[in-house]
């Protein structure tokens, strides 16, 4: 998709989906930075409701790095349990923790680069808490504005990360405070993963599809 395709795609979808929402949950509207890493780390391979039951609980017994080293491993996976891959999860919790203490004194870092430096942070995490928790434009970028990009157009790349650095690019400055929530929303109730309903798409006439496979 040309650039100039890509703004006018955009501005469309800023017209047809919701924004930013004030109910979302997660690493989106955590109490601290801290509780953002943490929550956005579980919700891999989970689902909103799991992933906000196994913060819950995991906060009820430790609220800072050292609160929850203070945990045993058994007692963190009982914790994080509903939002799937306990065990691998409490593993990166755990290392997670300890290097924000060793290298930044147990405060999160406020920048995607420094974000990137800490275990189990990767681009989407990265990208939410430095957006949501400290105000820098980013567009986080999880499996369904991976989707979207890739069979529009509107980016390039096979993973996540590389979708991002793409959307980063291309994507207009005025848009990216809130162009993760039209994407999202596009992509689960228009651009959908098996099924995509083009005949009500509001951005068919500058969309790639079905020109393209994914």
Known sequence: MPL???????????????????????????????????????????????????????????????????LSDEQIAAAIKPAGLY????????KFCEQLLSDYDGVVPNTRDELLKLHGIG??????VAHFAFGEKHIAVDTHIRRVCQRSGLAAGKTE???AASLDARAPDWAKPEAHFWLLQFGKTIC??????????????????PNITI
């Open 161 to 163: 990360a590389q979708v």
């Open 123 to 128: 681009r989407k995490c990265a990208d939410l």
């Open 4 to 70: 100039a395709d890509v703004e006018a795609a955009i501005r469309i979808l800023s017209e047809a989906m919701p924004g930013d929402s004030r109910a979302a949950r997660g690493p989106k509207r955590a109490a601290s930075p801290f509780r953002s890493c943490i929550s956005c780390m579980l919700s891999a391979q989970s689902l909103d409701r799991n992933t906000a039951a196994a913060t819950k609980a995991l906060f009820k017994l430790g609220r800072s790095p050292k609160g929850l080293l203070k």
């Open 87 to 94: 065990n691998m999860k409490t593993r990166n919790i755990r």
């Open 192 to 209: 959908k993963s098996r099924t995509p309903n083009c005949a009500v798409c509001p951005i068919r006439e500058l969309c790639n599809y």
